[in-house]
């Protein structure tokens, strides 16, 4: 579903991503693990059109998406849940939800949103700035779904949340994916990022270093020194 080839990303004279090659296949999870200032957010951000290539292909469902503007990639199919949210604080949870829908015209998605997280429907007439950060995090994934994807990327969705909320929002993950929706991950919480996938890629300085099933990842010492803790 989505191919990257080959791509290179600099900032002026600063090159961040070397030949980056990533598969991931319809209906699959992926994660991608990386420490801080490996180049995870610029691929995202890569992917998405928000940084523009050096050099190098990504191609969605088979068509050239490099160098198209973020809105036709989400019209093409494909979304961002960002880190740290970028909730309209101000503005009311259905009217989040109503702007992720903003260019398919049809709020019909709601009542699935509000089945998938009930904590959503309760809360909809409330200001998404006064949402607690798990509420917040359900709300951004939420909104991305109102565009209708056929795969998403999630950029840190645990970030800064309880280990409640934590569990909470990657079984919701995981439950989209079941499904039908393919997933690019980016997670800190490594290990249960990779219980729920299917494969996953390690991102350091720049350059993918490790690719493999997400089983051959739990058991890499290597890995697990690195990335879990053990």
């Given at each position: 579903?989505?191919?990257?080839r ?41 992917i ?18 490099q ?17 740290k ?23 019909s ?17 409330r200001?998404a ?7 917040q ?25 309880s ?41 350091e300085?720049?350059?993918?270093v ?21």
């Amino acid at each position: 579903m989505l191919q990257v080839r080959s791509l290179n990303v600099s900032y002026s004279a600063l090159q961040v991503l070397w030949d980056i090659n990533i598969d991931i296949q319809k209906g699959e999870i992926v994660t991608l693990v990386g420490s801080n200032g490996a180049g995870k957010t610029t691929l995202v951000s890569s992917i998405l059109g928000f940084t523009k290539a050096s050099s190098g292909n990504i191609l969605f469902k088979g068509k050239e998406i490099q160098g198209e503007p973020p809105y036709d990639i989400v019209r093409e199919g494909l979304s961002l849940v960002p880190e740290k949210r970028e909730l309209f604080s101000r503005m009311t949870v259905l009217e989040n939800l109503t702007l992720g829908a903003y260019f398919r015209k049809d709020e019909s998605s709601t009542d699935e949103i509000f089945h998938l997280f009930p904590a959503l429907k309760e809360a909809k007439d409330r200001n998404a700035g006064l949402l607690s950060g798990g509420q917040q995090q359900m709300l951004a994934i939420a909104r991305c779904l109102m565009s209708k994807p056929e795969m998403i990327i999630l950029d840190e969705p645990s970030l800064g949340l309880s280990p409640k909320f934590v569990h909470n929002v990657l079984e919701a993950v995981k439950s989209l994916n079941d499904e039908g929706l393919t997933i690019l991950l980016v997670e800190q919480n490594v290990r249960r990022a990779l219980e729920i996938s299917d494969r996953g890629y390690v991102l350091e300085n720049g350059q993918i270093v490790k690719s493999g099933s997400a089983e051959m990842f739990l058991e890499d010492d290597a890995i697990k020194e690195a990335y879990l803790g053990i």
